[in-house]
């Protein structure tokens, strides 16, 4: 009966009597029919539910719950946003921004994918994730996310304010990457960044090891290479460990 109402178009029906078929004998073709049907419902009342002026005007309502600091609120209007228009990358996004004011990091990092995934161009998707993972103290997927969202401004905003927001955050991340334990000495630090894995990493590659070997006769050899932007990472993360002191 059920694939009789499938036919028919009618899923909710057929849904009914998938249900009905499944209390009455456990079959594994009924059971994957019955799923069939209710993610194509799923799916069609998610259709029918998108409006783009309905989305807008969620927006607009969790702007005004979020400049109030009703975060809960705030939240759920972005969710509307987002069931009413899926494809605008900005409905992720500022639920993320809603999301960590709860301090829910980790939803706010995969709203912030969903973002990104949208519109790869999104910066404030990435710093909006950097920043929660800066919060996790996830220092190295930070960095690495900054770095994702300077090669993103660069290629297409490339917005001088943008990119000082960006280094700026980098340079937090770093920071509070090697950051020195109370009480600890200068020495001490170091001692221990050294045994940090991508600082080893770093230390042990032939091609940085003369770079630094040339920095030591030519300090100004050293800005040239960080016009490589590979090279300009890895130099970041030994100053950030002290490794290579500037004055």
Not at 14 to 34: F, Q, V
Not at 51 to 67: N, S, V
Not at 161 to 170: D, M, N, P, S, V
Not at 175 to 186: A, C, I, K, V
Request: glycine content about 4%; overall charge neutral.
């Amino acid at each position: 009966i059920g694939n009789c109402y499938v036919k028919k178009d009618d899923l909710k029906k057929a849904i009914e009597y998938y249900e009905k078929s499944l209390t009455e004998h456990r079959n594994a073709d009924t059971l994957k029919k019955l799923r069939a049907a209710e993610k194509e419902l799923k799916d069609r009342e998610a259709r029918a539910y998108i409006d783009k002026d309905k989305a807008e005007e969620a927006r607009l309502k969790g702007k005004e719950y979020f400049t109030q600091g009703d975060w809960p609120n705030a939240v759920k209007a972005y969710a509307e946003m987002i069931k009413r228009d899926p494809s605008d990358a900005r409905g992720y996004s500022n639920r993320a921004a809603a999301l960590a004011k709860l301090m829910s990091f980790p939803d706010a990092i995969r709203d912030c994918d969903e973002a990104i995934k949208l519109d790869p161009t999104f910066i404030r998707a990435y710093i909006r994730k950097a920043n929660a993972q800066l919060a996790m103290k996830e220092y190295k997927p930070c960095i690495d996310t900054l770095y994702e969202a300077k090669d993103a401004e660069m290629k297409n905003g490339n917005n001088p304010a943008t990119l000082r927001e960006i280094e700026g955050l980098l340079q937090k991340a770093l920071s509070q990457r090697f950051e020195p334990l109370e009480g600890e000495t200068y020495e001490q630090s170091v001692a221990r960044f050294q045994k940090d894995p991508e600082v080893v990493e770093i230390l042990q590659d032939p091609v940085m090891n003369t770079i630094l070997q040339q920095a030591q006769g030519n300090p100004a050899a050293l800005q040239e290479h960080m016009k490589n932007p590979e090279v300009y990472k890895k130099i970041l993360i030994l100053m950030a460990a002290g490794i290579i002191r500037t004055r």
